[in-house]
């Protein structure tokens, strides 16, 4: 159980956190919204202490820290049950993936190196790393590196994980592996406080969501009562601000078009390995663009193509600021029905992030029994911070 009671802090003249008061029961995931500088962040921070704040207290599991009163040793024990997963991964550059999540076992928990070896390897498999454990963080992709972190922060076993925008530094294609993972600790009931700003992620995985603004908590509800039903109008501004409605099935529709070229910027800063004067993909039949009703703005796209006597998915993409919402499956579930309407058997593609293929029934396939429709291999991030795989879907 943790308790914030009467929580302040300033910086200078400026006071950043002005009475904060929360409880979060275990076992509960609760996301804390608002825009930036409304004091989310700080308030994680004062949680374990990493800022000290002015007055209030804080209390996770049989821990209670005043402020102004704390010692040393209460600080070092409030410490103890909660463990930070920061934007920028926070990892050592100088130890392997094992070695990272080691080291707070040993030097923090005192356990021995054989028991805290054991203890790494079983949640870096949890989050998916345990093939990674040899390389180096600079060898490995965002999404691979925050997995990383959590697996560290999971290892401690605390009594709280505290996320502060964990997906906030993260190129748009690692988002969901990470999103997926925190997904897994939920369903696990893990008691979580996530900073965020995918509102989607939040009504997926929150039983309560608390909004901040100007330093105080302004609403808190059931995750469908905060972000489908608000109260407070400032709740309301800023979901509408934050493009909330995005995510609502009815305000985007899918378009076909041969408009590829067109498409081209979006994919290439959406990561996909395009260059401006790229021509369209060998065999292109359609191309799909996912569009925002309200503005009509397109804000995603994909492309169907058939080459090597086999139907491809050669491109998908979402912008940024719509991703987590939902709309990377509504488009390639699209994609799949067209493919069926052409009377395809089966569909491949290449994934750089094969576990979102994989919820839609895609499955990895070796290399040597697809047809050449990647070059990954010749990259030199392949499988050294990328996981690209070729994958197949049976209609």
């Known amino acids: 159980m943790i308790k914030i009671q009467n929580l302040h802090k300033t910086f200078g003249s400026l006071e950043v956190l002005k009475g904060i008061d929360l409880e979060i029961k275990k076992g ?8 930036s500088g409304t004091g989310k962040s700080t308030l994680l921070r004062c949680m374990n202490y990493l800022e000290t704040p002015d007055t209030g207290s804080i209390t996770i599991g049989d821990i209670t820290v005043t ?43 005192k356990m021995k190196k054989e028991k805290a070896e054991r203890t790494a390897v079983s949640y870096l498999e949890k989050v998916g790393m345990k093939e990674k454990m040899g390389q180096f963080p600079i060898t490995l992709s965002g999404g691979q590196q925050q997995r990383v972190a959590i697996a560290r922060s999971m290892a401690t076993e605390p009594n709280v994980l505290l996320f502060d925008e964990p997906t906030s530094a993260l190129d748009p294609e690692w988002v969901q592996e990470v999103l997926e993972v925190i997904r897994k600790l939920a369903r696990a009931h893990f008691t979580m406080l996530i900073v965020t700003h995918e509102m989607q992620f939040a009504k997926e995985v929150a039983d309560r969501v608390v909004f901040m603004d100007g330093g105080k908590i302004v609403e808190e509800g059931s995750a ?15 979901l509408k601000l ?26 290439i800063e959406a990561g996909l390995e395009f260059k401006p004067d790229d021509p369209d993909p060998e065999g292109l039949l359609v191309c799909f663009e996912l569009i925002d009703k309200k503005s009509g ?29 939902g709309l990377g499956r509504k488009l390639v579930e699209y994609m799949i029905e067209e493919a069926k309407a052409w009377d395809a ?24 029994d697809a047809p050449p429709i990647s070059d990954c291999a010749s990259c030199p991030q392949f499988h050294n911070g990328c996981d690209s795989e070729i994958m197949r879907l049976e209609l």
């Open 28 to 35: 509960e995931v609760v996301a804390v919204i608002g825009s």
């Open 224 to 238: 469908k009562e905060v972000l489908e039903h608000p109260r407070q109008e400032r709740t309301k501004e800023f």
């Open 67 to 109: 402020a102004g009163k704390a010692s040393k040793k209460e600080i070092h024990e409030l410490r103890k049950h909660s463990a930070m997963i920061f934007q920028n991964y926070n990892l050592f550059s100088h130890k392997d993936v094992l070695h990272n999540v080691m080291e707070p076992l040993i030097t923090a928990k």
């Open 345 to 368: 058997r089966r569909l491949l593609l290449t994934a750089k992030v094969p576990g979102f293929y994989k919820k839609l029934g895609f499955a990895v396939i070796p290399r040597e």
């Open 297 to 325: 703005k397109r804000i995603g796209g994909g492309s169907l193509a058939k080459a090597y006597g086999e139907f491809l998915i050669r491109s998908v993409a979402v912008e940024k600021a719509y991703q987590g919402k």
């Open 242 to 267: 934050s493009g909330k409605d995005a995510a609502d099935e009815d305000s985007v529709e899918i378009k076909k078009s041969m408009n590829f070229k067109d498409m081209l910027p979006m994919f």
